[in-house]
């Protein structure tokens, strides 16, 4: 759920071909707080719950996508 105390599930579109890609998290100043690779997932759970409350912004880039998420942590 957006917003959130602790996790977000994140699920992809079958549509989405890309097999490998990073997520990146940033805080509203743009300072990059988190960032992991992932491969081949259908879905899956970003843990926020370090975070402290605020505005962050989730990247997902790969070689086909660019995509930017806001999201609010409580």
């Known amino acids: ?3 959130t105390k602790n996790k977000v599930s994140i699920h992809f579109a ?4 890309v097999n490998e890609f990073n997520i990146s998290v940033f805080n509203q100043n743009g300072e990059l707080i ?3 690779p992932i491969i081949s997932k259908d879905s899956m759970e970003l843990d926020l719950s370090k975070l402290e409350s605020g505005i962050y912004f989730v990247q997902f ?3 086909k996508i660019n995509l ?3 999201i ?3």
Request: overall charge negative; cysteine-free; aromatic content about 0%.
């Open 14 to 17: 079958p549509s989405v071909e």
């Open 68 to 70: 930017s998420k806001k």
């Open 72 to 74: 609010v942590v409580l």
């Open 34 to 36: 988190h960032t992991e």
């Open 61 to 63: 880039t790969s070689e």
């Open 1 to 3: 759920p957006n917003p």
